[in-house]
Nanobody
Framework: QVRLVESGGDSVQAGGSLRLSCAAS????????MGWFRQAPGKEREGVAA???????IYADSVKGRFTISQDNTKMTVYLEMNILKPEDTAMYYC????????????????????WGQGTQVTVSS
């Protein structure tokens, strides 16, 4: 059974940085693609970044140049380094996993992902 556990969420001031972690209980074909999503109060969940086991990644336009997704396959963990944080980055951040998908928009589509973590809260104050 796939279990994803996020950590690293916190409250920071605008311009600050955070690193989120997502530890997977298994690293199989079921978790070949892992993504980060976020949901702000009153808004739909949106894709932030995703990375495939072979290192290919993708970012949402809203975070390009500020966020970096990476992975440590030996630790079965995916990271999201978030820099130059803005108040609009405030949200619950979720880690998700799924078998591989065609590269592109599907990677940031929540409906394409099968396994989800419980989320970690990020709050950015101005």
């Amino acid at each position: 059974q796939v279990r994803l556990v996020e950590s690293g969420g916190d409250s920071v001031q605008a311009g600050g940085s955070l690193r989120l972690s997502c530890a997977a209980s298994v690293y199989t074909s079921s978790t070949y693609l892992m993504g980060w999503f976020r949901q702000a109060p009153g808004k739909e969940r949106e894709g932030v970044a995703a990375i495939r086991r072979d290192g290919i990644f993708i970012y949402a336009d809203s975070v390009k140049g500020r966020f970096t997704i990476s992975q440590d396959n030996t630790k079965m963990t995916v990271y999201l380094e978030m820099n130059i944080l803005k108040p609009e980055d405030t949200a619950m951040y979720y880690c998700a996993a799924t078998p591989t998908l065609p590269y592109g928009e599907p990677w940031l589509n929540e409906y394409e992902y099968i396994y989800w973590g419980q989320g970690t809260q990020v709050t950015v104050s101005s």
